[in-house]
């Protein structure tokens, strides 16, 4: 028996014309049109336009007509999430509040960033820049160790090398005077613990001391440097090269390393106040 699909279409249609409400009957143009075969289309008619049964491509928006920032916007964008600082021991204190929103952290060159603060960088994604321009990881190491040397009557170089060989991952910093290296090192020693290469240990541990940043020792062997660390937690320690062979000085810079660098709560009180201006 042949089916005749237009009849039963027709049948359709006219059922849901009387189920309509007045004013919203189906057009007559709903029919699907034969093509020229006689067969009907497949295809869907809705208030006379067609559309094809395939759901359509979503429609791809110019990059022309796309929203974009100005390039005024943009290097705002870029200043507002970028924070810079300028001490040169950056701490988690110093930044906690600081860095909602923040992308980039700029820092001066040779800056020592204390690990809570890396840690919380890397957490949240935030690059860190030196003024210079240079970038590096969030998560980078800093370094274990700082180093300076003085001039005097010992190869500094080849002391800096056993030194930097045994800490791994150290940085030099300082000059050739005593003072100004001491200087120096009074602004960083707190936050990475500091060997002072001199041959002037006994001056170089009274100019040491006179700031309550540093806790200076001149050691001549391991056991002492492990005292030190023990008793008031040393954060600088000086070497005189010239008094200590490469195995000597090897064995009190892993000493060093491995002790403690934290001021004893029984000694913070009398150490920590202001011994200089």
Same mark, same amino acid.
């Given at each position: ?45 809705? *208030? /006379?336009?067609? =559309?094809?049964? @395939?759901? %359509? $491509? !979503?429609? &791809? #928006?110019?990059?022309? +007509?796309?929203?974009?920032?100005? *390039? /005024?916007?943009? =290097?705002?964008? @870029?200043? %507002? $999430? !970028?924070? &810079? #600082?300028?001490?040169? +021991? ?188």
């Amino acid at each position: 028996m042949q089916i005749d699909l237009e009849a039963i279409v027709r049948e359709v249609m006219r059922r849901l014309e009387r189920e309509l409400a007045p004013g919203d009957h189906a057009p007559t143009s709903l029919l699907p049109p034969k093509s020229a075969g006689g067969a009907e289309r497949d295809s869907v008619w809705v *208030a /006379g336009a067609e =559309r094809d049964s @395939r759901p %359509a $491509a !979503t429609p &791809e #928006v110019p990059k022309h +007509v796309q929203p974009q920032r100005s *390039a /005024g916007a943009e =290097r705002g964008f @870029r200043a %507002a $999430a !970028t924070l &810079e #600082v300028t001490e040169r +021991v950056v701490t988690w204190t110093r930044l906690k509040d600081r860095l909602a929103g923040i992308k980039r952290l700029v820092v001066p060159p040779g800056a020592v960033l204390t690990p809570s603060v890396r840690d919380e960088l890397r957490k949240r994604n935030i690059q860190i820049q030196t003024a210079n321009g240079a970038n590096q990881p969030a998560g980078a190491a800093s370094a274990r160790l700082l180093i300076a040397a003085t001039t005097g009557p010992y190869d500094a170089e080849a002391a800096i090398k056993i030194i930097t060989a045994e800490a791994g991952n150290a940085e030099r910093i300082g000059t050739g005077v005593l003072a100004e290296a001491i200087g120096q090192l009074r602004g960083r020693a707190e936050a990475v613990p500091a060997v002072l290469l001199t041959s002037e240990p006994t001056a170089a541990v009274c100019l040491a001391n006179r700031y309550s940043e540093l806790r200076a020792v001149w050691a001549t062997d391991a056991a002492m440097v492990s005292l030190a660390c023990q008793s008031i937690g040393v954060n600088l320690l000086i070497l005189n090269p010239v008094r200590s062979n490469a195995n000597e000085v090897r064995g009190m810079v892993r000493q060093f390393l491995q002790g403690s660098h934290q001021c004893p709560a029984d000694w913070q009180t009398l150490l920590a106040e202001p011994r200089s201006r």
